[in-house]
């Protein structure tokens, strides 16, 4: 009996191998520790799902990569990357405390607990003990087995770290038209490139309430021009998590800070033929102005974030109150202000919650006076 057991298991661990390496989208690194985990996970007597494979008939056995390929898809490739490796720093952090490979998973719940204690001594902020946490849920999770994080004694020692590590929010600033119109004056130069870019940029941002990453990976082909309206499509975004992607219109105006006339100039100004073209790029200086670098490669956030500086920093007292998502923000809040209704409102920012969307949101002072006005007072 124990020769078949570790037959099967060894077929089953063949089985993980080649589903791990049909996965494309995981670099070789990746794959290597998810091989590394499963076979770990497999070779624990503790594993709810090994006698279930064990006793399938002859038949069943070969589609078991069929549960482990939707598993490993049951997530974001970068979310899979970021989970595997949080749960490999508790691996060695627990490896080099001499806790043994049998109790690193399924874990005990006071090992945890000293685990996230520990992480609390060298943090500065809540966040790695919170994604700690997580992880190894996630981890015990995918397994099946039952999660040391669900311990009463795990979740008290994560309320005690959030509560030492927390610091207040600062949120950013939102950017208003009064600024966008100082930073429209001072930059527009009919036919320079360089500076339409960082224009068409925030307006952009502004009025269609968009993610930097978002704005930066919009493509020539993603746009179509109409006469009162443009339409944009968001291939992906941070809430469309199944990538159904979202159709996104902004009118137009007659102001000198219209978005559509305003991307209608740049493109006109790159020169941007090519559907596959990504629209906000580097660009480097020509003979006769400027134009986009080889290699079609969107413009990085941090860039793109220089720029937005750039911009607006002779405007404000302090710089370091704005960032790119001021500029969703103050669309946001604009459009609040204004009495958008909330369907809409919340369907043009692409917000799966009410709380998301109000978080963007900073009231008038007319706004908040009218609460207290209209108590009857």
């Known amino acids: ?60 056995v070969a589609k078991v990569h069929l549960v482990t390929d939707l598993i490993a898809q049951c997530r974001s490739t970068n979310t899979i990357k970021g989970y595997y490796r949080a749960f490999m720093r508790w691996k060695s952090w627990a490896s080099s405390n001499g806790i043994s490979t049998e109790e690193i998973l399924p874990a005990k719940a006071f090992h945890v607990s000293l685990y996230l204690s520990c992480l609390v001594q060298q943090c500065s902020s809540p966040s790695p003990v919170v994604t700690a946490f997580y992880r190894i849920k ?19 020692v994560l309320e005690g770290a959030k509560r030492r590590l927390s610091v207040p929010v600062c949120k950013k600033e939102p950017i208003t038209p009064d600024l966008l119109d100082k930073m429209f004056n001072s930059l527009f130069v009919e036919g320079n490139l360089y500076n339409q870019r960082i224009i068409s940029a925030c307006l952009l941002s ?13 493509k020539l082909g993603d746009v179509e021009f109409f006469t009162t309206h443009m339409r944009i499509f968001i291939e992906q975004s941070k ?20 978005p559509v006339l305003n991307l209608d100039r740049y493109i006109s100004y790159a020169k941007i033929s090519d559907f596959d073209t990504f629209l906000f790029q580097n660009v480097t200086k020509c003979e006769h102005g ?81 609460v207290s006005k209209h108590l009857g007072l």
Not at 138 to 156: E, G, K, Y
Not at 240 to 258: A, E, P, T
């Open 239 to 258: 809430t469309d998590v199944y990538r159904d992607g979202n159709w996104l219109v902004i009118s137009r105006c007659d102001s000198k800070l219209c």
């Open 206 to 218: 502004y009025s269609g309430f968009l993610r930097a990453s978002e704005l930066l990976h919009l």
């Open 138 to 156: 996630w981890a015990h999770n995918m397994i099946s087995v039952q999660s040391p994080t669900d311990s009463i004694l795990v979740r008290n």
């Open 290 to 370: 400027y134009k986009f670098r080889q290699g079609n490669k969107p413009m990085s956030y941090s860039r793109m974030r220089e720029l937005f500086i750039e911009a607006f920093k002779p405007f404000v007292s302090d710089i370091r109150s704005y960032g790119l998502h001021s500029l969703r923000s103050g669309g946001a809040s604009a459009a609040a202000n204004h009495g958008i209704p909330d369907r809409l409102f919340k369907r043009h920012g692409r917000w799966r919650s009410e709380n998301a969307k109000d978080g963007y949101i900073k009231d008038s002072l007319d706004d908040r006076l009218a």
């Open 1 to 60: 009996m124990a020769e078949s057991d570790d037959i099967s298991l060894r077929d089953i661990l063949d089985v993980v191998k080649a589903q791990c390496d049909s996965l494309r989208n995981l670099d070789c690194k990746l794959s290597t520790e998810l091989i590394e985990l499963k076979q770990e996970v497999h070779g624990s007597s503790q594993v709810a799902c090994k006698h279930d494979i064990l006793e399938l008939p002859e038949a069943l």
